[in-house]
């Protein structure tokens, strides 16, 4: 990998809610869902009709609130769409005349399609996508070039000066270290979902992802950076002669990132 810089709230939310329990309690794992797609947000948001910024947008016909916590149960599986998720609900949400619209991708915190990970672990996940230089973005392609479709790994090589690389997603897969991820792990696109359980399946190859999980110091999250470097060439400590970040600079990245979660 080369561096690159109503149903709507469901019934059972609802009546923990009424009765003053958590609504986290009602987060169930994809496994015990039955076959039923959900999405879950961990912060206000909108389901907005179009993807446009939510602030222009009227409430009720083209925008409609969904707080913190909240389960949408959806009527089909929900796919990603460049930042935003694309749902379908299962009935409409209060005072909101559509069903199919769009949530802010940082604003959904668990998927039937699964993704789910510890605080530390997306934090962790956050700071190589920073090191490498795609952020939020699950479309780039090597040299900031993107692809259109999640069906599967883009496999196009691109070139910048004597380097070329097919290396592609948030975490810079190359197409053969994809494809035998997405055997071991069964993983039958190339969806951000699927990029996120693959780039931690790398992190347990590493022999950190322990480490990653208890991180609570300076000490532990450098054992952690270093010991993914030899995966990702941005990483403190790769010896693939690329230009990388110091410990200390994506340590501090890694708090902000914590933050979010």
């Known amino acids: ?82 930042n935003h998720y694309l749902v379908n609900t299962a009935e409409f949400l209060p005072n909101c005349s559509f069903s199919r619209g769009y949530l802010f991708g940082k604003h959904v915190s668990k998927t039937s399609l699964g993704g789910a990970f510890a605080p530390n672990v997306k934090a962790f996940l956050d700071t190589i996508a920073f090191a490498e230089g795609t952020e939020d973005h699950y479309d780039y392609i090597f040299t900031f070039s993107r692809f259109f479709s999640y069906a599967d790994h883009p496999r196009e090589l691109r070139c910048s000066g004597r ?17 035998n991820l997405a055997r071991r792990l069964g993983l039958n696109d190339f969806s951000p979902e699927n990029q996120d359980r693959a780039a931690v399946q790398l992190i347990k190859d590493a022999g950190v ?22 995966t990702w060439a941005s990483m403190p400590g790769s010896p693939y002669g690329q230009p990388t970040y110091s410990a200390s600079t994506l340590y501090s990245k890694f708090n902000t990132f914590l933050g979010r979660y």
């Open 163 to 179: 380097l070329c690389s097919d290396a592609a997603g948030r975490y810079q897969f190359l197409s053969t270290t994809w494809d």
């Open 1 to 82: 990998m080369k561096r690159m810089r109503n149903l709507a709230f469901l019934v059972l939310t609802t009546v923990l809610a009424a009765c003053g329990q958590k609504t986290e309690s009602s987060t169930l794992s994809a496994d015990s869902e039955s076959g039923v797609h959900y999405v879950i947000v961990s912060q206000d948001t909108v389901l907005k009709k179009t993807k446009d910024d939510s602030s222009v947008l009227k409430l009720g016909s083209e925008k409609c609130n969904v707080p913190a916590g909240t389960k949408l149960v959806l009527s089909e599986a929900p796919s990603y769409d460049v």
């Open 209 to 230: 992802y322990g480490t990653v999980a208890g991180i609570s110091n300076f000490n532990e999250f450098a054992n952690a950076a270093y010991g993914v470097s030899a």
